[in-house]
Nanobody, 116 residues
Framework: VQLQASGGGLVQAGGSLSLSCTDS????????MAWYRQAPEKRRELVAR???????TIDRSVMGRFTISMDNAKNTVYLQMNSLKPEDTAVYYC???????????WGKGTQVTVSS
């Protein structure tokens, strides 16, 4: 697994950004893909996760504003972020597993900054 993320950047509060992350190495479908984020001096936290079959988990803090989707054929996960708030500012990390209890793979983080 080799995760390559793109997207992110600087946006004003209320704006939107999109993140995408692709596993450029696997030839088989991943079990799940997810987005985590880590703000300065805070622990890394799960933002959203989607399983190969389509079931997803969204953190309460972003529910209704963020949407996660996955293209199984491309092993790509997307995170559409709308109505962004300054508290969404963080480094966002892509995460994936080959199997349900397999090891975690991480991509390099991408910075999302929301100005007030």
């Amino acid at each position: 697994v080799q995760l390559q993320a793109s997207g992110g950047g600087l946006v004003q509060a209320g704006g939107s950004l999109s993140l995408s992350c692709t596993d450029s190495r696997s030839t088989s479908n991943l079990y799940h893909m997810a987005w985590y984020r880590q703000a300065p001096e805070k622990r890394r936290e799960l933002v959203a996760r989607i399983i190969r079959g389509g079931a997803s988990t969204i953190d309460r803090s972003v529910m209704g504003r963020f949407t996660i989707s996955m293209d199984n054929a491309k092993n790509t996960v997307y995170l559409q972020m709308n109505s962004l708030k300054p508290e969404d500012t963080a480094v966002y990390y892509c995460n994936a597993r080959r199997t349900e209890k397999g090891i975690d793979y991480w991509g390099k983080g991408t910075q999302v900054t929301v100005s007030s």
